[in-house]
C-alpha cells in the first residue's frame, strides 16, 4: 500500500480583494442583490469573468420545492455554458449576505458547484480562479483546488 498526500495552494487577502479581480468581486457582491432567497434568506451572488474579458453574473434562485432552487455559482456557470460556450472561463468570484448583511467569513461553494467547476475545466481544457469573498478576508486557489477526485468519465 502506497500512502498518497494531496497539498492545495490558496491565497488569503484580508481586509481587501485580489487587485487583478477588484471589479469582478464587486460584480458578485452586486449581483447577491439579486437572490431570490426568500426561504433560507442566504443570498448568494456569482461573477464569471470570461476569457474574452465578458463577465456574467448569477444569484441563487429559490423555489417552494426546496431541491428545485440554483445555486448562484451554478445559474452563473450554466449561463455562461449556454451563452458563450466557446468561450473559457478565467475567474470565478462569490460573496453572500445572510438577513441582509455581507457574511464577515469567506462563502466557499457546494460540492454540487464544485462538480459543475470541475466540468467546466475539463470542458475548456482550463483551469481558473476562484475568489471567495467575506468582509474579514477573501481566499482565492484554483477551481481544482476545490475538488479533488471530481466525477469524471
Ligand atoms: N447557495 C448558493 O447559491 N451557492 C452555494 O455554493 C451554496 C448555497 C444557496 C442555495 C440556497 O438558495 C442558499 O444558498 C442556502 O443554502
Sequence with gaps: MDKRELTIDYFLFPNRFPAEYEN??????????CSYSVYSEFAV??????????????????????????????????YAGAAFPDI?????????????????????????CRQVMAETIKRY???FDVVMIGQKESV?????ALLPFAFSF
Design 88 to 112: 473559457p472561463v478565467r475567474a470565478l468570484a462569490i460573496a453572500a449576505c445572510y438577513k441582509g448583511l455581507p457574511r464577515e467569513n469567506f462563502v466557499p461553494p457546494c460540492g454540487a
Design 125 to 127: 481544457n482550463q483551469d
Design 140 to 144: 482565492m486557489l484554483k477551481a481544482s
Design 45 to 78: 451572488g456569482a461573477a464569471l469573468l470570461l476569457e474574452n474579458g465578458e463577465i456574467v453574473t448569477g444569484s441563487n434562485q429559490e423555489n417552494a420545492a426546496y431541491p428545485s432552487g440554483m445555486c448562484a455559482e451554478r445559474t452563473a456557470l450554466f
Design 24 to 33: 469582478l468581486c464587486r460584480k458578485a457582491i452586486e449581483a447577491s442583490a
